[in-house]
């Protein structure tokens, strides 16, 4: 089992960068694919971006291909999101999610553990 822990949300105007983190406990980190989603108010849950377990392999959602960047870090167990551009339809609640599986998925119920998540806020 892994605990996921959010950090480094906060208020940007439009334009701006944020870089968010994702801590997580146990020794198997690098055994989960790692993924960030987002929701927005009065919006599902959407995938943001994911990252393999080696991270050879990242995958985005269209709207913030060329903008945000997926990175992980084996070693100190830490999964980043780099966001750049910021636009203020990226307002949303980021959650991070680990899978167990080998595939990078876009699905929601795909993903076995969650983090409470951090709020990010741009203002145009």
């Known amino acids: 089992q892994v605990q996921l822990v959010e950090s480094g949300g906060g208020l940007v105007q439009a334009g701006g960068s944020l870089r968010l983190s994702c801590a997580a406990s146990g020794r198997t980190f690098s055994s989960y694919v790692m993924a960030w989603f987002r929701r927005a108010p009065g919006k599902e849950r959407e995938f943001v971006a994911a990252?393999?377990?080696?991270?050879?392999?990242?995958y985005y959602t269209d709207s913030v291909k060329g903008r945000f960047t997926i990175s992980r870090d084996n070693a100190k167990n830490l999964v980043y999101l780099q966001m750049n551009s910021l636009k203020p339809e990226d307002t949303a609640v980021y959650l991070c999610?680990?899978?167990?599986?080998?595939?990078?998925?876009?699905?929601?119920?795909?993903?076995?553990?969650w983090g409470q998540g951090t709020q990010v806020t741009v203002s145009s």
């Open positions: 999610a680990a899978d167990v599986s080998f595939t990078l998925r876009t699905m929601e119920y795909s993903y076995d553990y």
């Open positions: 990252i393999s377990r080696s991270s050879t392999t990242t």
